[in-house]
T-cell receptor, first 114, second 113 residues
Framework: ETGVTQSPTHLIKTRGQQVTLRCSSQ?????VSWYQQALGQGPQFIFQ???????GRGNFPPRFSGLQFPNYSSELNVNALELDDSALYLC?????????????FGSGTRLTVV | AQSVTQLGSHVSVSEGALVLLRCNYS??????LFWYVQYPNQGLQLLLK??????LVKGINGFEAEFKKSETSFHLTKPSAHMSDAAEYFC???????????FGTGTSLTVIP
C-alpha cells in the first residue's frame, strides 16, 4: 500500500498566475478527487476523475481543471489565480463504486496567492 | 442532497475525560457517514465509518460513533481523552451512489493536561 502523495507541499504564487498541483494515488484506486480546504473550513469538493475523465464537479469555476493519467497520477490546474484561492488542496483516492470505503487522503499542498 | 452540521467549533476536555463531538446530517437517501481526523499540516485520516451495517461503529484510537436515524446524528465519542487526541475532527456524509463527500466545518479538540 503506497498511500497518496502530493507535491509540492507548499507553494507561493502571484495573483493572475497559473499553478499545477500533482498527486499520486494509492495503488489500485482508479478514482481521484480533489478538495479545497480554506483556513478554518472543511474540505470542499472540486471534482473527481475516473478512468481519466471528469466524473463529477463541485461549485468551482472552469479555471479549475484537472487531468488523470493511466498510472493513477493526477494534476489539478488553476488558471488566473485569485487571492481567495489560497488554501490547502487535498487529493484523495478511492474505489469509484465503493463510496462506503471512504477516501485515502494525501497530506495536501498549501497554496498561498499573494 | 447531503450536508452535515458539526455543533461546536471548539471543544476542550481534560485528559482522561469523555470526548463527545457532535455531528448531525441531512440526506435524502441512505447515507454513508465518516469521521476524519486532521493533525496540523497533514491530510485527513479516517477514524471510522458507518455504512448501513451496525449502528455502533468502532474506529481507531479508541473512538466510536453511533448512528441514530431518528435523531439524524452520528456523534463521535471516546471514553478517556489522551493528549495525542488534540486535533481537528471532521464529519462527512456521502450517498451510496454518490461520488462527492460533504464535510462539516470541523471541531477543534483541545486536551488539557
Amino acid at each position: 500500500e503506497t498511500g497518496v502523495t502530493q507535491s509540492p507541499t507548499h507553494l507561493i504564487k502571484t495573483r493572475g498566475q497559473q499553478v499545477t498541483l500533482r498527486c499520486s494515488s494509492q495503488s489500485g484506486h482508479n478514482t481521484v478527487s480533489w478538495y479545497q480546504q480554506a483556513l478554518g473550513q472543511g474540505p470542499q469538493f472540486i471534482f473527481q476523475y475516473y478512468r481519466e475523465e471528469e466524473n463529477g464537479r463541485g461549485n468551482f469555476p472552469p479555471r479549475f481543471s484537472g487531468l488523470q493519467f493511466p498510472n493513477y497520477s493526477s494534476e489539478l490546474n488553476v488558471n488566473a489565480l485569485e487571492l481567495d484561492d489560497s488554501a490547502l488542496y487535498l487529493c484523495a483516492s478511492s474505489f469509484p463504486d465503493r463510496p462506503n470505503y471512504g477516501y485515502t487522503f494525501g497530506s495536501g499542498t498549501r497554496l498561498t496567492v499573494v | 442532497a447531503q450536508s452535515v452540521t458539526q455543533l461546536g467549533s471548539h471543544v476542550s476536555v481534560s485528559e482522561g475525560a469523555l470526548v463527545l463531538l457532535r455531528c448531525n446530517y441531512s440526506s435524502s437517501v441512505p447515507p454513508y457517514l465518516f469521521w476524519y481526523v486532521q493533525y496540523p499540516n497533514q491530510g485527513l485520516q479516517l477514524l471510522l465509518k458507518y455504512t448501513s451495517a451496525a449502528t455502533l461503529v468502532k474506529g481507531i484510537n479508541g473512538f466510536e460513533a453511533e448512528f441514530k436515524k431518528s435523531e439524524t446524528s452520528f456523534h463521535l465519542t471516546k471514553p478517556s481523552a489522551h493528549m495525542s487526541d488534540a486535533a481537528e475532527y471532521f464529519c462527512a456524509v456521502t450517498a451510496n451512489t454518490g461520488n462527492q463527500f460533504y464535510f462539516g466545518t470541523g471541531t477543534s479538540l483541545t486536551v488539557i493536561p
